[in-house]
């Protein structure tokens, strides 16, 4: 019996609509692109261009980089009709007197300008809280870069350490087949690596935690792969304290909107004071009288400003907002200085800190445990001797890649403080002695 062709076709249908289903399902659900090898300048690079919060205050800016235009613009024209015919016998709506008039309004000499001066004003305020959002973007960026950069040296590290152990354990076990060492020794080394398992696991997590933030201020679903953090932070900045306040002052965002909010209320007292000035409005009318001569009126009105108590009232509101924006500018100036001289004196504190480690105490620490090794091979020291300075050289490593992390994080804050980003070496940074020495730290 032959298959019916409804049949047939339910056959062939029924499998290409699923494969759409699933093609589809597949393409929505598919996860972004993995990122390997993060570099700082790319994660930055990203978060400057795809963070939702600087799209959105970007979007602002461009939309009031267009009302200077419209604020310096002379209003509409008014065309206006009128027909006059007597009430009794008229030939409405064809009236025997059409009037046509049009009639442009003209703003006192100045005002448009002043106008236009307060948009442009309200645009740079609006671009100076994009220039530091944008900076608060970048400072979290760099912070989550080298702390992430930070916990997967010490996962490596860790990781690297529980060779040791194992070999230490290896260790024990030989001397204990030859009666020379106890069983516990043995033990010993077996929990330290459950031990060290169970920090790897805690350094994972924190890795997950951190990658997430990233993602999301890179405006990327939190569980999108993130390769390893390969920019390591730079550790030889130096630099006058002095140049970096005068810098902070100069480049800090908070500081450049309270100047131009500043300048915008000024501007805006002037025009209040000019708004008791009466505009005027040009007019030129046609009239058509039917069978009588057609005329032509040229009109000429002004406003009357008589109610001048606004205006004034409107003079001392600018007056104050001037003076409040002042007042906003100082405080910015002096937050300027306080948030340069503490990330100044915290990545001093992280470099010392981290040459501390790397110049003392771990060669130290390596010392240590080499002579403990050698120590228990002979039965001079006990393997919970051993044991401590393995994990002190452990601790050693580790906080030194962790403080390496937070010398990145201190230096990101510092840009932050100063308003723009710097290269180490440069003149204007190196110029005078280090950070903070002028000062006793």
């Given at each position: 019996m032959k298959p019916s062709m409804s049949g047939v076709k339910t056959s062939v249908l029924v499998p290409l609509l699923a494969g759409l289903v699933m093609w589809v399902g597949a393409t929505l659900g598919a996860e972004p692109p993995a990122i390997t090898n993060l570099t700082l300048a790319a994660a930055v690079d990203l978060a400057?261009?795809?963070?939702?919060?600087?799209?959105?205050?970007?979007?602002?800016?461009?939309?009031?980089?267009?009302?200077?235009?419209?604020?310096?613009?002379?209003?509409?024209?008014?065309?206006?009709?009128?027909?006059?015919?007597?009430?009794?016998?008229?030939?409405?709506?064809?009236?025997n007197e059409k009037r046509f008039m049009i009639e442009q309004e003209f703003p006192w000499v100045g005002k448009r300008d002043l106008r236009t001066g307060i948009a442009v004003k309200e645009a740079e305020v609006m671009q100076r809280e994009l220039e530091a959002m944008t900076r608060d973007v970048v400072m979290m960026v760099k912070e989550?870069?080298?702390?992430?950069?930070?916990?997967?040296?010490?996962?490596?590290?860790?990781?690297?350490?529980?060779?040791?152990?194992?070999?230490?354990?290896?260790?024990?076990?030989?001397?204990?087949?030859?009666?020379?060492?106890?069983?516990?020794?043995v033990i010993k080394a077996q929990t330290e690596i459950t031990m060290l398992k169970?920090?790897?696991?805690?350094?994972?997590?924190?890795?997950?935690?951190?990658k997430a933030k990233l993602n999301m201020l890179l405006n990327r679903r939190a569980d999108a792969p993130l390769g390893p953090a390969v920019t390591p932070p730079a550790t030889g900045f130096s630099g006058n304290v002095d140049v970096l306040f005068a810098q902070a002052i100069t480049n800090r965002p908070e500081v450049q909107a309270a100047k131009a909010q500043t300048e915008r209320y000024e501007l805006e007292?002037?025009?209040?004071?000019?708004?008791?000035v009466s505009d005027y409005r040009l007019g030129l009318e046609y009239r058509d009288f039917g069978d009588s001569p057609d005329m032509v009126m040229f009109?000429?009105?002004?406003?009357?400003?008589?109610?001048?108590?606004?205006?004034?009232?409107?003079?001392?509101?600018?007056?104050?907002?001037?003076a409040s924006s002042l007042a906003a500018r100082e405080s910015a100036e002096r937050q300027s200085a306080f948030d340069v001289q503490d990330a100044s004196f915290k990545l001093q504190t992280?470099?010392?800190?981290?040459?501390?480690?790397?110049?003392?105490?771990?060669?130290?620490?390596?010392?240590?445990f080499g002579a403990s090794e050698a120590g228990y091979r002979t039965g001079k020291v006990d393997f919970m001797d051993l044991l401590e300075s393995e994990r002190f050289l452990l601790d050693a490593k580790t906080m030194a890649a962790m403080t390496e992390g937070t010398v990145g994080m201190q230096s990101a804050r510092l840009e932050r403080a100063i308003g723009r980003e710097f290269q180490t070496g440069t003149p204007e940074m190196t110029k005078g002695a280090e950070i903070g020495a002028e000062h006793g730290s």
């Open positions: 400057i261009r795809d963070n939702p919060d600087l799209q959105s205050l970007r979007a602002k800016w461009e939309a009031m980089k267009e009302r200077p235009a419209q604020a310096g613009a002379l209003a509409n024209p008014m065309f206006k009709y009128s027909g006059m015919d007597t009430i009794d016998r008229g030939t409405w709506p064809d009236t989550s870069y080298f702390d992430l950069y930070a916990v997967q040296r010490a996962t490596a590290i860790t990781k690297d350490e529980a060779e040791v152990l194992r070999r230490m354990g290896k260790m024990a076990e030989t001397l204990y087949t030859t009666g020379d060492r106890s069983q516990a020794d169970q920090k790897c696991l805690e350094l994972l997590a924190q890795e997950a935690t951190l007292r002037k025009l209040m004071a000019k708004e008791s009109t000429v009105s002004v406003d009357l400003p008589v109610w001048r108590s606004k205006y004034r009232a409107g003079v001392r509101e600018a007056e104050k907002m001037r992280a470099r010392r800190t981290l040459e501390l480690y790397q110049t003392e105490l771990i060669p130290q620490a390596e010392a240590r």
